[in-house]
């Protein structure tokens, strides 16, 4: 079965600083990993994606996600975090020997930057 | 990217009706879509994946009858939950597939606020 961890409800950060939102997965073979973004009362948004070749992954505005398989991890970073940052932010996984299967999501990290 | 919407993205509704909710790949076709429920302050629970033009296939220990699923074309899958009670409030969120294998990635609807009184 394959899983997805975000130890964090909840990561502050001030404007301007780097963030690091952390994600770790478990799955049986290789991973495909997703990160998406959601604002209040919205659906979720893509950011990024691995699925093979260079570790660091580089998405929308400014987002990068680096995979470490040897610690299970694909953490979501951003070099200046800005106020509009702030979001529910949600880390997937789907097993790429599963056939069709849908992607599992963990439970979601709620990003605050303050200015 | 893709662009889903859902329709509607509001509604209220007696308890004892019926409230259909629309899921549409605009500018592309999806032969899977996913349809998610998201209480306050969670995760996304996978209810069901659609299929184009077959039956879909739900998550354990979500009632079929309930939450009636329909894929009648490449580009509409709708999410009728039928004789709706205040538990059946949520946020559902439709996503479609789009590519397959490496290429693979779900582009999500914005949402569909259900609220039952």
């Known amino acids: 079965a394959q899983s997805v961890a975000q130890p964090e409800d909840q990561v502050n950060v001030a404007e301007g600083n780097p963030l690091t939102v952390k994600c770790t997965y478990s799955v049986s073979g290789n991973p495909y990993l997703f990160w998406y973004v959601q604002y209040p009362n919205r659906g979720l948004q893509f950011l990024l994606k691995y699925i093979t070749g260079d570790n660091l992954v580089k998405g929308s505005y400014g987002f990068e996600a680096e995979f470490n398989k040897s610690q299970t991890s694909f953490h979501l970073k951003k070099p200046s975090a800005l106020v509009s940052d702030s979001a529910l932010y949600f880390c997937?996984?789907?097993?790429?020997?599963?056939?069709?299967?849908?992607?599992?999501f963990g439970k979601g990290t709620r990003l605050s930057v303050i200015a | 990217g893709a662009v889903v919407s859902q329709h509607p993205s509001w509604v209220i509704c007696k308890s004892g009706t019926s409230v259909k909710i629309e899921c549409r790949s605009l500018?592309?076709?999806?032969?899977?879509m996913f349809w998610y429920r998201q209480f306050p302050k969670q995760s996304l629970m996978l209810m069901a994946t659609?299929?184009?033009?077959?039956?879909?296939?739900?998550e354990q220990g979500v009632e079929k009858d309930k939450f009636l699923i329909n894929h009648a074309s490449l580009t509409l899958s709708t999410l009728t939950v039928t004789s709706a009670h205040p538990e059946d409030s949520s946020f559902y969120i439709c996503s479609a597939r789009v590519g397959g294998g490496r290429v693979e990635t779900q582009y999500f609807g914005p949402g569909t606020r259900l609220l039952v009184l």
């Open positions: 500018d592309f076709q999806a032969t899977t």
């Open positions: 659609s299929n184009e033009g077959s039956k879909a296939t739900y």
């Open positions: 997937a996984v789907r097993d790429s020997s599963s056939g069709n299967t849908p992607l599992v």
